[in-house]
């Protein structure tokens, strides 16, 4: 059985900072590409940002470039999303994903493993 627990969300004020973790087990972490995705209230589950399994290559949507990071440790299995200079429109539950196959980064479909979500409000 896969895994994937995040952490670190929260309640933070506009231009605050928060670090997400995502915890996997279950499967071989150093062969899985990690992602972050987020969803509002009354929006689609959208693209973060991803991280191939070397941790070489990473990948951002435009919003957050600049603000944030993706970063993973093979050795701890577990991914992590730095986030600074956080905006009100950056309040989403935020969810881990995982998949072995180096396409297609930026669309959940690609997905296989799924966490929870943790929740991220930013006040103004």
């Known amino acids: 059985q896969v895994y994937l627990v995040e952490a670190g969300g929260g309640l933070v004020q506009a231009g605050g900072s928060l670090r997400l973790s995502c915890a996997a087990s279950g499967l071989t972490f150093s062969t899985h590409h990690m992602a972050w995705f987020r969803q509002a209230p009354g929006k689609d589950r959208e693209f973060v940002a991803a991280?191939?399994?070397?941790?070489?290559?990473?990948y951002y949507t435009d919003s957050v470039k600049g603000r944030f990071t993706i970063s993973r440790d093979n050795a701890k299995n577990t991914a992590y999303l730095q986030m600074n200079s956080l905006k009100a429109e950056d309040t989403a539950v935020y969810y881990c994903?995982?998949?072995?196959?180096?396409?297609?980064?930026?669309?959940?479909?690609?997905?296989?493993?799924w966490g929870q979500g943790t929740q991220v409000t930013v006040s103004s």
């Open positions: 991280i191939r399994w070397s941790g070489l290559d990473t």
């Open positions: 994903a995982a998949k072995s196959l180096a396409y297609d980064f930026r669309h959940s479909s690609a997905y296989s493993y």
